[in-house]
């Protein structure tokens, strides 16, 4: 069975090279992100949260502690086997929706193509579900330029949430929406958290915080709260 840990973090620490000075971004970093729950990371500019959705990405690597996935330490993985994590176990989106859709791809598409590079056969039917989880049924074969940025940024949620991975990492994914459709993009996290994925956005929009099942604040590379 698998444990209620999606991710566990311990003692992460990550500093950037810049000439002869290291910047630490992350000084010691512990948190645990359940299965099947929707966390908020909050904090001001500069306080590491996009370094820290970076490794959990596995787009970066720590310098030193433990990042657990699924209960591999994927600090230790070769650059290959980060690759294959990446791909098969985690979902990433960005805060702008032109950067997480292909403008030629319906949002059918999309899915599909989120599916096949999962490794999934036979997707249809997981494709059909998560369309009408997101309340996309009606849009499936509309193009991202036909969508709202809510629509679109629904799509970039399935996109990255269908298989579906242990973790679905998202930076900002609300900064560039209006208010009108912040909702309807959290309540697709929220349906996404009730089938198993941990959900973890960065925010500094205090909807989103009071959506999430837990919120971290982060201050000068650490977890504060
Ligand atoms: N590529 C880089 N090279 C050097 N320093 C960096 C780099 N990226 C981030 N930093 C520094 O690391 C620290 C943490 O930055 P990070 O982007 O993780 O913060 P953040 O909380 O995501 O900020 P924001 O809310 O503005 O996106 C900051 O001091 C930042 O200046």
Redesign the pocket.
Known sequence: MKSPEAVTCRGVERA?H?DATD?P?LRGVDLVLERGSFTALV?P???????LLRLLACVDRADNGEVLIDGTDVTRLSRGRRVKMRRKRIGYMFQSPADNLLEYLTVRQHLELGARLRGLRGYKGEVTAMLERLGLPDRADHLPHQLSGGEQQRTAIGFAAIGPPAVLVADEPTGQLDHGTVDSVLAAFAVLAETGVAVVA?T?DPAVASRADQVIQ?RD?QVVT
Do not use: D, P, Q
């Open positions: 950037y810049l910047v971004a904090g500019s500069g306080s590491g949260k996009s370094t960065a500094h982060m590379g």
